[in-house]
């Protein structure tokens, strides 16, 4: 079992950064490939970003891209989501989830097994 807690979230203003953690317990996280995903009010959920278990791969979904930056550090079971110039349209509940290495695809969140709890993004105007 992995256990996955976010952090990070919280109200800003349009154009400010923010960055999201998120802590794995219970089995080390180098087996798996790590996703961001996020959720609006009255909205699917969607793909942020993922990074493969050693970091060398990552990708983006369109609206994330020279935005947001994701990372991993292993040897502490972390994984972040660096988000800058933010907009009032990122506002969401955004999502550790974790994915046994090769399952599936990165940007379907049905490859994920386990999920944290989320933590709550507020852009403002």
Wanted: hydrophobic share 35%; charged share 15%.
């Amino acid at each position: 079992q992995v256990q996955l807690v976010e952090s990070g979230g919280g109200l800003v203003q349009a154009g400010d950064s923010l960055r999201l953690s998120c802590v794995a317990s219970g089995r080390f996280l180098s087996n798996y490939g790590m996703g961001w995903f996020r959720q609006a009010p009255g909205k699917e959920r969607e793909f942020v970003a993922a990074i493969s278990w050693r970091g060398i791969n990552t990708y983006y979904a369109d609206f994330a891209k020279g935005r947001f930056t994701i990372s991993r550090d292993n040897a502490n079971n972390l994984v972040y989501l660096q988000m800058n110039s933010l907009k009032p349209e990122d506002t969401a509940v955004y999502y550790c989830a974790a994915r046994p290495s090769g399952s599936g695809s990165y940007a379907n969140s049905d490859s994920y097994d386990y999920w944290g709890q989320g933590t709550q993004v507020t852009v403002s105007s």
